[in-house]
């Protein structure tokens, strides 16, 4: 299941890409800016700013949708199969986010752009979610791309069993990595998961001499602190293979994500970071001969 396509980008690898976000993942991450990725199941997506009240998503509900007071009310833990709203919506305040995809249909719209990636040394991109959930899914695509020659660039937490990985390295030209924390305690209390996993797999990873550009998102509160930022940067300025750092600087943007979803954003701290701190921990991961920029 992907939840989005998005054409003619200029980021997440080189050249224009064509970046396919697959839906669903492991983590929960506390800040994360695209909160319907998370499950792996269609969500709902509600905005009462642009609700005309036609009533159309009523008519289709069991219950989980009531008109009340003047306001639309969703329980979503009492409907049964979300994917029916899909289109529903005449004022697209009620939307659907998840939808399944044929290889036919996601190299159909990969073909609209492949006349552009010859000329800028792009390709596609699969990002998510974690693509590597759905390892069978994406390793029929990567199957295809490589048919076609097409590049290749994977945007991954690598929290996944190393058996999905390895049955894709041959496919993949490029691994754009999470590096997240080194705290187990920290990691688990952000993200929920396991920081191990993510440490030993980017170890096999970076052996197996895969191309990698470590990814390590700056988030106030969690891993700006000197001490920690540097503590990530001289762990992957252990590896050989890796010689290529990307400063992800926290934002906002995704916050009104989470409101559409009737969740609450959980990750306290919402100040973004400033640029003084940004060029410092860029010039300390270069003082470790580390080819280094701010954003993705």
Known sequence: MIFNIQRYSTHDGSGIRTIIFY????????????????????????????????????????????????????????????????????????????????????LTEIAKDKPFYSQSGGGVTLSGGEPFSQVDEIYKLLLKLK????????ETSLYTKWDHIEKCLPLIDLFLVDLKHL????????????CNLVTENLIKLEKSKSNIIIRIPILPGFNDSNEEMQNIIDFAATFKNINEIHLIPYHTFGVEKYKLLGKDYDFTTKSEIDDKKLNAFKKYAQQKKIKTKIGG
Request: proline share 3%.
């Open 147 to 154: 048919e076609e020659n097409i590049n290749v660039s994977i």
């Open 23 to 106: 839906k669903g993942c492991p983590l929960r991450c506390k800040w994360c800016s695209n909160p319907e990725s998370q499950s792996f199941n269609h969500d709902l997506m509600y905005d009462d700013r642009i609700c005309n009240h036609f009533g159309d998503c009523l008519s289709q509900s069991d219950q989980g949708i009531t008109f009340l007071n003047g306001k639309i009310h969703i329980n979503r833990n009492e409907i049964n199969g979300k994917s029916q709203y899909s289109d529903i919506c005449a004022s697209k305040a009620l939307t659907v986010s998840g939808h399944k995809a044929s290889i036919e249909d996601l």
């Open 183 to 194: 705290d187990p305690i920290k990691f688990k209390k952000y993200t929920g998961g396991n």
